[in-house]
């Protein structure tokens, strides 16, 4: 089966800019999880979806950060304006459905760096 | 809250040596613990979890409540085995966010 795919995989720009990145989860699976790494750091969660609601964007800075799911299907994570910590790894995962046991696969990433 | 400690950045062993990546984690509820790895230009993967109690590639992890660890470990270590190696905690319920520990680089040389 294909895995989670993601756009770009890699982003410059300057900050005060916006950008969005792109996610398809692997085909089926409900819950779709948007992780932000910094370097030397372990991935944070952002945003959990289940199908197109959100289930937990508890750390997600929503100021700057905006994420959708509206068919329940693919997303996008957005963050306007960047500001330079901003600068990190985007990952996004999915799962068949939710529960500490489901099995969550990671795609790429989007390395993007704030100038 | 819930937090999960790797105190090392950095482990270097020589092959065929045994290797013993170290996780602690605090969390007040009952646990869901995992290894998560990532080899060069791969993307993060799932190595094991407490609750399969499997071994792979040879490596095993025990859950110690007592001590609230998961370390991981492996008998003999080989070249294939270098990577990052995270340590993530779980929750059962309906939200099955993961938090991560730092990291730990695996470093096996000859």
């Known amino acids: 089966e294909a895995g989670v795919a993601q756009s770009p995989r890699y982003k410059i720009i300057e900050k005060r800019q916006s950008v969005a990145f792109w996610c398809n989860p692997i085909?089926?699976?409900?819950?779709l999880y948007w992780y932000q790494q910094i370097l030397g750091q372990g991935p944070k969660l952002l945003i959990q979806?289940?199908?197109?609601?959100?289930?937990?964007d508890s750390q997600l800075p929503k100021d700057r950060f905006s994420a959708e799911r509206l068919k329940g299907v693919d997303s996008t994570l957005k963050i306007q304006p960047a500001k330079l910590e901003d600068s990190a790894v985007y990952l996004c995962?999915?799962?068949?459905?939710?529960?500490?046991?489901?099995?969550?696969?990671f795609g790429a990433g989007t390395r993007l760096s704030v100038l | 809250a819930q937090r999960v400690t790797q105190p090392e950045k950095l482990l270097s062993v020589f092959k065929g040596a045994p290797v013993e990546l170290k996780c602690n984690y605090s969390?007040?509820?009952?646990?869901?613990l995992f290894w998560y790895v990532q080899y060069s230009r791969q993307r993060l993967q799932l190595l094991l979890r407490?609750?399969s109690r499997e071994s792979i590639k040879g490596f095993t992890a025990d859950l110690n409540k007592g001590e609230t660890s998961f370390h991981l470990k492996k008998p003999f270590a080989q070249e294939e085995d270098s990577a990052m190696y995270y340590c993530?905690?779980?929750?059962?319920?309906?939200?099955?966010?993961?938090?991560f520990g730092t990291g730990t680089r695996l470093q096996v040389t000859l």
């Open positions: 995962a999915s799962s068949r459905a939710t529960g500490g046991k489901n099995i969550q696969y």
């Open positions: 085909s089926g699976h409900a819950t």
């Open positions: 979806f289940q199908n197109n609601g959100v289930v937990d």
């Open positions: 969390y007040s509820g009952s646990p869901e």
């Open positions: 407490h609750i």
């Open positions: 993530a905690l779980g929750f059962t319920g309906t939200a099955s966010k993961l938090t």
